[in-house]
């Protein structure tokens, strides 16, 4: 039996505007604690989010026009911190580029794998979006739990982009599920489970 934690009633979901790495920012090819492999990993996680996030936005807001006005409100608010995110991680990922890192592999491989998923129906989409943004929440509950600790070291506006993402996420968390609920409320469950199938 699964446990479907109910979305709050007070859920408010809050884009902010934010701007960060005006002035570069990123003083060194490693910039978390020289540390390689550190570095390579939220470099690596930061180029999956601009074209992953595109695709997270495309999904939910093809049903935008088959929900209630509540669910209507978060979703154009989930794209409006999406959006903004990925703005930022652009910011970002320019300038691990200009450091050497190889921006452009790993955005081509997201890019290969996401063509792949857009070839299936709207709701198989909705349902690979849902598995991500879990993913997702996880991490950023993980990082915001330990207090950012994961970046002790980095430099002081990089803490603040991941940090003000990792808040948002959690914010969002939610609402593509509560999305999928709504679209297959008239399937029975198994079939519902089933648009997650790959095949
Ligand atoms: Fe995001
Ligand atoms: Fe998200």
Redesign the pocket.
Known sequence: MVDITPTPADLKINPRNLRFHQDGGMPDRWWLNGDPVATAFFNALSCTFPKG?KF?MDSVRHYRGAVGPELQQQIAA?IA??AV?SREHVTFNKLASDHGYPVDILEARTGHVLRAVRQRSPVRQLAATCAL?HF??ILAHQFLKSGASDLAGAPKETVKLWSWHAM??IE??SVTFDTFLSVTKHMSRPDATRCGYWQ
């Open positions: 996030e997270f989930f911190q999406e995110h943004e997702t929440a948002e996420e969002h968390k």
